[in-house]
């Protein structure tokens, strides 16, 4: 049954077919294999899988993603970071990992945040000197540290599709994701040394304190939606209406002029058509796990990886690794949907904590946004900074280790994850 389902689905995911028709087309021809196939059933699981409170808050955690980036606080975000560290050798680097960090708590989108990153300082990297390809790596190394730092939509996903706490993936994603962040300053420290830079001239005091009352009201929203979940003030759907209320509520007062009324319905629809693909393919997903299910799959993989190895570490290892190979030929969405039915089954079988696996999966699924042939984040800084998947790969190779290096870390140390994630949700 494993092997009918992947093989019908690589199928029809080769031959260029959307992931949600692929994956309902597995789903239908598992039901077949089975002897199973009920059109009814197929079409209520597809409508249950959407009619859920918790994804609700996808929808709008990108709505406020969407009102963020046109109500510029993007850019008043990287002024900040540059007054605080732009003036040091390479410091427009150090200014790139910094807006992540910020970013990460705004909009929980790699892609939303490389683009938002890319746009406004690839072209400043440039005409300072900077080499093109080095740059345009960073910035995409840094857009995959937002799926880890909450708010997160693929941490929502996960925790969707495999019955997890939202708000202990969301507390647990906060250590790891500072972690990947410090990696890629060490990496950049370290590859920059011999860079022959332009400088950025030191800012002035008064210079730092007016960018950080500027970008001050933006810099709240992550602090609001964690202090909330941490006082069980909100749940993480609500968090997502406060996010987006508040994102409105500042783009048209503190930050008034940028986002124009007029634009509003132009922001509306680009959610829309995104929360519409995401929410297809969750659905699609629920259809998915329903039949995988059935079909005892989950436990034909346990009983095979376990016969391999019960130890928890030795067993993380394993698939680990197969996530990195499935990172390289699929996107992140459709591996989290696809493969966190079929895995979780296989850690819990072991005693491994799936809040602590969740997080260990994503990241791993975030590589994958930065590895050819499909890193999707690649594309979006290769688009931006119009050079070759082949000349962003030479340039992004160091902070691809360095990341790489901390998920095994990870691996190896549970309790980085775990023990924050006590003190954070106790």
Known sequence: MIWIFLGILFFF?????????????????????????DGKIIAQNLVNGANSFPLMAIPFFILAGEIMNEGGIS?????????????????LGYVTILAGIMFAGLSGSAVADTAALGAILIPMMAS?????????????????????????????????????????????????????????MIAWFLVSRKGDFEVIEKATGKERIRAFFQAIWALFLPIIIIVGLRGGIFTPTEAAVVACVYAFIISVTAYRGDL???????????????TGVVMFL??????????????????????YLTGITENPTLLLLVLMFF???????MDMTPAI???????LPVVESVGIDPVYFGILMIINLCIGLITP?????????????????????????????VQTAVLILLVLFPEIVTVPLDWLYE
């Open 13 to 37: 995911l080769f031959l260029g077919v959307p992931v949600a028709f692929s994956m309902l087309a597995s789903a239908i021809g598992l039901t077949f294999a089975l002897g199973i196939f």
């Open 75 to 91: 850019k008043r975000v990287v002024n900040f970071a540059t007054t605080l560290v732009g003036h040091i050798k390479g410091g």
């Open 128 to 184: 300072r000197g900077y080499d093109l390809n080095r740059s345009s790596g960073l910035v995409a190394s840094s857009g995959i540290v937002a799926p880890v730092i909450p708010p997160s939509i693929p941490l929502i996903m996960f925790g969707v599709i495999g019955g997890v706490s939202i708000t202990q993936l969301f507390m647990a994603g906060i250590v790891p994701g500072l972690m990947l962040a410090g990696g890629l």
């Open 260 to 274: 124009k009324l007029k634009n509003i319905p132009n922001v509306l629809v680009n959610a829309s058509k995104t």
């Open 282 to 303: 969750a659905a699609s997903a629920m259809v998915t796990a329903w039949v995988i299910t059935v079909a005892q799959v989950p436990e034909q993989l346990v009983s």
């Open 323 to 329: 996530l990195l190979l499935v990172g390289c030929v």
């Open 337 to 343: 949907l696809i493969f966190t039915p079929v895995l």
């Open 373 to 401: 042939p499909v890193g999707t984040v690649l594309y979006v800084a290769c688009g931006i900074s119009k050079i070759s998947i082949i000349d962003i790969t030479k340039g992004i190779w160091p902070f691809l280790a």
